[in-house]
């Protein structure tokens, strides 16, 4: 989305650069993700500063990066007290969160400079301690875990006859009858 977005603009003809490239696709993710904040409850974006962009996933704080999964960079590995504080509050689903353990997005490119694969990565005292591939949908998107919809056709009505009617205390007047 945004790092394919800022592949299509790329242009080393007029002076762009691999450098140029990682800012503008950086960028326009973080504005993607913000974006799609205002569409799900369930995804936030924390407060940062100097240039840095934490969000959160049902209350549980991570970043992205461009790089290799199992080999994150030092500054990859770097947690703002942002960050840090909103681990501390997140829900505790068994050992998580522990302050030593964070998340992180992986996104990996291919030769044509797009992403190729999207990894959360958990990490654990500087070490990957996990790593779960995110699944593209038609080469572009979003994975949503909607149920399909269940169609239980039209209703059938019967109408009740008219000896249950009178033994319920029901009677009918002229044309007109109890419905139900």
């Known amino acids: 989305m945004g790092r394919d977005s ?4 790329y ?3 007029k002076g762009d650069d691999p450098w140029t490239l990682g800012c503008t696709a950086y960028k326009r993710s973080c504005f993607n993700v913000k974006n799609a904040s205002h569409e799900h ?3 936030t974006i924390l407060p940062e ?3 840095r962009f934490t969000f959160a996933v049902a209350g549980v704080p991570m970043k992205f990066y461009h790089g290799l999964k199992d080999d994150p960079t030092s500054k990859t590995l770097n947690v703002s007290s942002t960050e840090f504080a909103n681990i501390q509050m997140s829900f505790d689903f068994g050992n998580f969160p522990d302050k030593e353990r964070f998340l992180r997005l992986a996104v990996t490119t291919g030769p044509d400079l797009t992403a190729d694969t999207v990894t959360l990565v958990e990490l654990s005292a500087g070490n990957v301690t996990g790593l779960f591939e995110i699944p593209r949908i038609g080469g572009a998107g979003v994975l949503t875990m909607t149920p399909k919809p269940i169609d239980p056709g039209p209703p059938s009505l ?3 006859a008219e000896e249950e009617q009178n033994t319920r205390g029901n009677t009918k ?3 007109e ?3 139900r």
């Open 177 to 179: 009858g109890n419905v």
């Open 49 to 51: 500063d100097n240039n």
């Open 173 to 175: 007047t002229g044309t």
């Open 6 to 9: 800022a592949v299509e603009d």
């Open 158 to 160: 019967t109408p009740i």
């Open 11 to 13: 242009k080393p003809s």
């Open 41 to 43: 409850s369930w995804l």
